[in-house]
């Protein structure tokens, strides 16, 4: 069965900082791997995907997602975060023989400083 | 159109009471979802409709019905339901692709149940 860790509960990052959020997965073989942004009592926003080919992965709003097979990570980064970011973020994958199943880690709580 | 769109935002009912969710989404998507999401958790899946059939039930209990009149529809029908049912209720659609198949969430509905 696959499953999705993510390591940190809560992350406080001053505004204008950088901001790394950890996710490993665990599966024999590569999953696809999601990274979501849910605003409080917001649905969830997709931020970016991996499904194969070039390990770093750009998405929205200035994030991008390195795919480390080694580590079974795939961690998300931001060189520098704005108010705004603050947010709960999902990382999720998805196997092909599981159909259209997404697993979700427990999710990472980000709080911005001023 | 690349929205979600899910019906009404709150809801307060009674354990007596019968009430329904309503999903809308106009991508042309195959594949509709019903999540399920308690505070300070990532959701949890509840159905699955591929080509407005149910393929997925994680056995849910009975007094949750979806249906899924057609392939923009979805709607989860609530009966006798209890407090610790209260929760924020995510709809989410996908073109159906095994694997690679990013899903788009709707806001949620929130319920309360008295």
């Known amino acids: 069965a696959q499953s999705v860790t993510q390591p940190d509960i809560h992350i406080t990052v001053s505004e204008g900082a950088s901001l790394e959020l950890r996710c490993n997965y665990s599966y024999g073989a590569t999953p696809y791997l999601f990274w979501y942004v849910q605003s409080p009592g917001q649905g969830l926003q997709l931020l970016l995907k991996?499904?194969?080919?070039?390990?770093l992965v750009q998405g929205i709003k200035g994030f991008e997602a390195e795919f480390k097979r080694s580590q079974s990570s795939f961690n998300l980064r931001k060189p520098s975060v704005h108010w705004s970011d603050a947010a709960e973020y999902f990382c999720?994958?998805?196997?092909?023989?599981?159909?259209?199943?997404?697993?979700f880690g427990g999710g990472t709580r980000v709080l911005v400083k001023p | 159109d690349t929205e979600v769109t899910q019906t009404p935002k709150h809801l307060v009912m009674g354990m007596t009471n019968k009430k329904s969710l309503k999903c809308e989404q106009h991508m042309g998507h195959r594949a509709m979802y019903w999540y399920k999401q308690k505070a300070k958790k990532p959701p949890e899946l509840m159905f699955v409709y591929s080509y407005e059939k149910l393929s997925i039930n994680e056995s849910v209990p009975s007094r949750f019905s979806p249906e899924c009149p057609n392939s923009s529809l979805l709607n989860l029908h609530l009966h006798a339901l209890q407090p610790e049912d209260s929760a924020l209720y995510l709809c989410a659609s996908s073109q159906d692709r095994a694997g690679r198949d990013e899903q788009f969430f709707g806001p949620g509905t929130r319920l309360t149940v008295l």
């Open positions: 999720a994958s998805m196997i092909k023989a599981a159909g259209n199943k997404l697993t």
């Open positions: 991996y499904f194969s080919g070039d390990t």
